[in-house]
């Protein structure tokens, strides 16, 4: 089960929130600031990363716009963002989009 899933809805194209309620910090090494992502084509992608709230956080910044192009993402697609592969050295998770919905 990934850290973080989202079926993303129109707000998310500019900046993925999340707003789920963690019993701990999910990225609790980052807080705020710049969290590294490896997807499946091997591309490493540096998001901003801000907490708002106990329950809402926020994933930004250019290289979320172009992760959202390059990966062709729409509006009914889910992203996970999950714990990195042990193999994989240069990012600190992973994501994954599943291309369902609308």
Same mark, same amino acid.
């Given at each position: 089960?990934?850290?973080?899933?989202?079926?993303? *809805?129109? #707000? #998310?194209m500019?900046?993925?929130?999340?707003?789920d309620?963690?019993?701990? *910090?999910?990225?609790?090494? %980052?807080?705020?600031g710049?969290?590294?992502?490896? #997807?499946?084509?091997?591309?490493?992608?540096?998001? *901003?990363?801000?907490?708002k709230?106990?329950?809402?956080?926020v994933?930004?910044?250019?290289?979320?716009?172009?992760f959202l *192009?390059?990966?062709?993402?729409? %509006?009914?697609h889910r %992203? #996970?963002?999950?714990?990195k592969e042990?193999w994989?050295?240069?990012?600190?998770?992973?994501?994954?989009?599943?291309?369902?919905g609308?």
């Amino acid at each position: 089960m990934a850290i973080l899933s989202k079926i993303l *809805e129109e #707000d #998310d194209m500019n900046h993925l929130t999340i707003t789920d309620t963690f019993s701990t *910090e999910p990225f609790a090494h %980052v807080k705020c600031g710049k969290i590294k992502v490896k #997807d499946e084509q091997g591309s490493i992608w540096r998001f *901003e990363y801000k907490i708002k709230s106990r329950n809402k956080r926020v994933f930004s910044g250019r290289h979320w716009n172009q992760f959202l *192009e390059n990966n062709r993402v729409r %509006v009914g697609h889910r %992203v #996970d963002i999950d714990y990195k592969e042990s193999w994989c050295a240069q990012a600190d998770y992973k994501i994954e989009v599943i291309k369902t919905g609308f």
